[in-house]
Every structure is written in structure tokens, then in C-alpha cells.
């Protein structure tokens, strides 16, 4: 999933800490659109995308 929609494999991030901690944040990505009642991950990312604004409301770090 996460190579399909976010691209994982195409990353060049291949030393140290990096590659494992955007795994970490891409699982976070996943995870976060699915409790905002995503079914679809593409079609959340190019929401999110647009309307960064959006996301950052539901975290709750805009009023």
C-alpha cells in the first residue's frame, strides 16, 4: 500500500535512521486518513494535497 500510493520504493533514502523513520511517518499518513474515514489512500493524499489546511484542522492544529 504504502509503495503504490506514496511512491516508498522510488525513495533514494537508502542510510541511517531515514529510511525507517519515513516508513514510520508514511504509516502515520495511512493510518491518520483512515480515522478520518478514508477508504481510498489516493484519493486522501490528493485531498490532502490540495487542501493541506484540511489536515492540519483534524489534528487539531488550526482553529
Request: glycine residues 8%.
Amino acid at each position: 500500500m504504502r509503495d503504490v500510493t506514496l511512491g516508498e520504493d522510488a525513495c533514494r533514502a537508502r542510510t541511517g535512521s531515514l529510511p525507517r523513520a519515513l516508513t514510520t511517518f508514511r504509516t502515520l499518513a495511512i493510518s491518520l486518513a483512515h480515522l478520518a474515514g478514508w477508504t481510498n489512500n489516493a484519493a486522501a493524499r490528493d485531498h490532502y494535497r490540495n487542501h493541506p489546511a484540511d489536515a492540519l484542522r483534524q489534528l487539531g492544529l488550526t482553529g
